[in-house]
T-cell receptor, first 114, second 115 residues
Framework: KAGVTQTPRYLIKTRGQQVTLSCSPI?????VSWYQQTPGQGLQFLFE???????NKGNFPGRFSGRQFSNSRSEMNVSTLELGDSALYLC?????????????FGPGTRLTVT | AQTVTQSQPEMSVQEAETVTLSCTYD???????LFWYKQPPSRQMILVIR??????QNATENRFSVNFQKAAKSFSLKISDSQLGDTAMYFC????????????FGKGITLSVRP
């Protein structure tokens, strides 16, 4: 079974721009979660989607948003990029319905904001 | 709010030796899961082991085992027969089983296995 895939793997953007990251979960998984990883703050939860609905949300500003499609693929968008948004963005999927609570992570997207 | 604390930022161990990574957590929940994740330099986060809070028996996965002390809210990971491929960052993580459950990570510990 293919693992979680994320595209693109690397991205360089300029302050003020917006960016969209994509995540394809493991086949059959209906829950997708997003995390931001930085050296200073560690791993922080952004949001979780299940069956196209945001089920849970972390403490991030409204510039961070996401969505999930009917095939469970998910995208996250960051608008008006700031230097502090430079991070590794990780996506994780899990079965979700009767939660095993195990999350399987993708390789991440490394976003650099200049 | 749940918190996960990994107080040791770095550890080093000789190949073939045993090492224990510490983790404590704080929660008012009674039902939850605990995990150890490994993140090698390649950055792919990998699930190492999980423990259900309602189970008294400590989880074991090959060379990896945990010491789960629910009353003390402690969840340490023991790696036996350390291998060079165990070199990675290790994250302890917690998730409650109630509504709005989300995975909360510790800051991580960098483990280096010396040849």
């Amino acid at each position: 079974k293919a693992g979680v895939t994320q595209t693109p793997r690397y991205l360089i953007k300029t302050r003020g721009q917006q960016v969209t990251l994509s995540c394809s979960p493991i086949s059959g998984h209906r829950s997708v979660s997003w995390y931001q990883q930085t050296p200073g703050q560690g791993l922080q939860f952004l949001f979780e989607y299940f069956s196209e609905t945001q089920r849970n949300k972390g403490n991030f500003p409204g510039r961070f948003s996401g969505r999930q499609f009917s095939n469970s693929r998910s995208e996250m968008n960051v608008s008006t990029l700031e230097l502090g948004d430079s991070a590794l963005y990780l996506c994780a999927s899990s079965p979700g319905l009767i939660p095993l609570y195990e999350q399987y992570f993708g390789p991440g997207t490394r976003l650099t904001v200049t | 709010a749940q918190t996960v604390t990994q107080s040791q930022p770095e550890m080093s161990v000789q190949e073939a030796e045993t090492v224990t990574l510490s983790c404590t957590y704080d929660t008012s929940e009674s039902n939850y899961y605990l995990f150890w994740y490994k993140q090698p330099p390649s950055r792919q986060m990998i699930l190492v082991i999980r423990q259900e809070a309602y189970k008294q028996q400590n989880a074991t996965e090959n060379r990896f085992s945990v010491n789960f002390q629910k009353a003390a809210k402690s969840f340490s990971l023991k790696i036996s027969d350390s291998q060079l491929g165990d070199t990675a960052m290790y994250f302890c993580a917690f998730i409650n089983t109630g509504a709005n459950s989300k995975l909360t990570f510790g800051k991580g510990i960098t483990l280096s296995v010396r040849p």
